[in-house]
């Protein structure tokens, strides 16, 4: 099976613009989680969605960062407008209801 | 709240050798799930090994191994005969509960093997 994709894998930035990373999850897993690691420090939890649901934003920094998932597929993150602090390396994973979790390989963000 | 603490920042080890990599965590709730996962240097995160909180006996997967000790609330992985390709950073993770949610980490160490 397919895993999970993230794009790009690489964006470059000015402060003061917008990113939108994307996330496509493994077909059936309804539940969708997006994480982040800046400047090499902890991998931190920003939501989870159950498949168009937000069912935790707990760790979403400000509402400079706007996640959506319609129709429950693949997910989109943006940023707007972002912030030298932004950059680091953002994840997306996807299980089924219990199970393990697939991570993608990330999208590696610069605000420069 | 839940928290995971790995305390080696980095490890070298000799190839061949066996490396346990430390992990302990706190949670007040009584099911939860341990993981760990592997991110080479290319980027992505590769699952190794997962514990189940009532889970009598230890985790093992090929050369991996999860040395659970619940009482100490330790959760360390060993590999055994290491490899090159084991050079990576590894990170530690609990769930709280066993159904879908968020999975926190440890702050990661980072292993290199010495040929």
């Known amino acids: 099976e397919a895993g999970v994709t993230q794009f790009p894998s690489h964006s470059v930035i000015e402060k003061g613009q917008t990113v939108t990373l994307r996330c496509d999850p493994i077909s059936g897993h309804d539940n969708l989680y997006w994480y982040r690691r800046v400047m090499g420090k902890e991998i931190k939890f920003l939501l989870h969605f159950v498949k168009e649901s937000k069912q935790d934003e707990s760790g979403m920094p400000n509402n400079r960062f706007l996640a959506e998932r319609t129709g429950g597929t693949y997910s989109t993150l943006k940023v707007q407008p972002a912030e030298l602090e932004d950059s680091g390396v953002y994840f997306c994973?996807?299980?089924?209801?219990?199970?393990?979790?697939?991570f993608g390989s990330g999208t590696r963000l610069t605000v420069v | 709240a839940q928290k995971i603490t790995q305390t080696q920042p980095g490890m070298f080890v000799q190839e061949k050798e066996a490396v346990t990599l430390d992990c302990t965590y706190d949670?007040?709730?009584?099911?939860?799930?341990l993981f760990w996962y592997k991110q080479p240097s290319s980027g992505e995160m590769i699952f190794l090994i997962y514990?189940?909180?009532?889970?009598?006996q230890n985790a093992t997967e090929g050369r991996y191994s999860l040395n659970f000790q619940k009482a100490r609330k330790s959760a360390n992985l060993v590999i055994s005969a290491s490899q090159l390709g084991d050079s990576a950073m590894y990170f530690c993770a609990m769930r709280e509960g066993f159904s879908a949610s968020k999975i926190i980490f440890g702050s990661g160490t980072r292993l290199s093997i010495r040929p």
């Open positions: 514990q189940g909180s009532y889970d009598q």
């Open positions: 949670t007040s709730d009584p099911s939860y799930g």
């Open positions: 994973a996807s299980s089924w209801a219990g199970g393990g979790y697939t």
